[in-house]
């Protein structure tokens, strides 16, 4: 099984930002699409970002705010988040799958997640 680690995650006030890390391992030899998932208290969980070499896709939340990036070779994924928003405020998940549209709709593997609380 692939393994996600998540880290990160903290308190920050709203305008500042964070940067999330995820970093996989067990499957060294096969690259993946990597992304993120968020679910705050009692909301559905929904797709964040993600990123397979230069692809980027993110969801409408959060463009010209967040930005992803990584290295397929090393099998990691950052998450720049700036200008945060209360709103934002979720357990932030780290995610692989095959592309990033599978990723999108039903994502492989899941990390243990990361809490970011953003006050108002």
């Known amino acids: 099984q692939v393994r996600l680690v998540e880290s990160g995650g903290g308190l920050v006030q709203a305008g500042g930002s964070l940067r999330l890390s995820c970093a996989a391992s067990g499957r060294s030899g096969i690259s993946y699409a990597m992304g993120w998932f968020r679910q705050a208290p009692e909301k559905e969980r929904e797709f964040v970002s993600a990123?397979?070499?230069?692809?980027?896709n993110y969801a409408d939340s959060v463009k010209g705010r967040f930005t992803i990036s990584g290295d397929n070779t090393k099998n990691v994924v950052y998450l720049q988040m700036n200008s945060l928003k209360p709103e934002d405020t979720a357990v932030y998940y780290c995610?692989?799958?095959?592309?990033?549209?599978?990723?999108?709709?039903?994502?492989?593997?899941w990390g243990q997640g990361t809490q970011v609380t953003v006050s108002s």
């Open positions: 990123w397979s070499g230069g692809t980027t």
């Open positions: 995610v692989t799958a095959s592309s990033i549209n599978q990723l999108r709709a039903h994502p492989g593997f």
